[in-house]
């Protein structure tokens, strides 16, 4: 089974100052990941996603995310938070077959001016 | 948000009263997905079709029902058996294939009463 764990529900940064919101996820085979974000009262927005190749991987707004195999981690990050960055994250996780992405329970992130 | 169309943005309901959330989307996709989020829970799979008149049961089918009649709708009736339905729902859609992302629709608040 699938599973996505994202350890921080809250995560608080300095306006300009470095950004890591944490996830680790669990597949029996390769992995496919994807880190979305969500605004108050809206949809999901697709930042980025690792597939195969290069374990860093740039996505939109400025966000970038790190694939680690060993230690089954895919931690986002952005190198200058900005407060519009303040939103909920989420990581989710399919195994490479035609299935239904499983998600984590999301990340706050306030970014504090 | 893309090419996918939730209606209404809120809708309010009496216990008791079965209730039908429609998805649109115009993105030719084949595959379509119902999530449920609660607050701390993250986003759980309620119902995904891969293709039109085929649908599967997500972790949390119990009290809801799907058709799939058309590719582009995939409307989620929520029934009085669903014991607690008041939360946000998501609608999501891609292309078949492992290695593409889905795409949100901007949600339906559902608050029963």
């Known amino acids: 089974a699938q599973s996505v764990a994202q350890p921080e529900d809250q995560v608080n940064v300095a306006e300009g100052n470095p950004l890591t919101v944490k996830c680790t996820y669990s597949?029996?085979?390769?992995?496919?990941l994807f880190w979305y974000v969500q605004y108050p009262n809206r949809g999901l927005q697709f930042l980025l996603k690792?597939?195969?190749?290069?374990?860093l991987v740039k996505g939109s707004y400025g966000f970038e995310a790190e694939f680690n195999k060993s230690q089954t981690s895919f931690h986002l990050k952005k190198p200058s938070a900005l407060v519009s960055d303040s939103a909920l994250y989420f990581c989710?996780?399919?195994?490479?077959?035609?299935?239904?992405?499983?998600f984590g329970k999301g990340t706050r992130l306030s970014v504090i001016a | 948000d893309g090419g996918i169309t939730q209606s209404p943005k809120y809708l309010f309901r009496k216990e008791g009263q079965n209730v039908t959330l429609s998805c649109e989307q115009n993105?030719?996709?084949?595959?379509m997905y119902w999530y449920r989020q609660d607050p701390g829970q993250g986003l759980r799979l309620i119902y995904y079709?891969?293709?039109?008149?085929?649908?599967q049961k997500g972790d949390i089918a119990e009290g809801y029902s799907v058709s799939r009649e058309k590719k582009e709708s995939f409307p989620l009736t929520v029934t009085s058996a669903q014991k607690n339905p008041t939360a946000f729902y998501l609608c999501?859609?891609?292309?078949?294939?492992?290695?593409?992302?889905?795409?949100f629709g901007p949600g339906t608040r559902l608050t029963v009463t």
């Open positions: 597949v029996s085979g390769n992995p496919y």
């Open positions: 690792y597939i195969t190749g290069d374990n």
């Open positions: 989710a996780v399919r195994d490479g077959r035609n299935t239904p992405l499983v």
């Open positions: 079709s891969q293709i039109v008149n085929d649908f």
């Open positions: 993105l030719n996709h084949d595959a």
């Open positions: 999501a859609s891609r292309t078949s294939g492992g290695l593409y992302e889905q795409y």
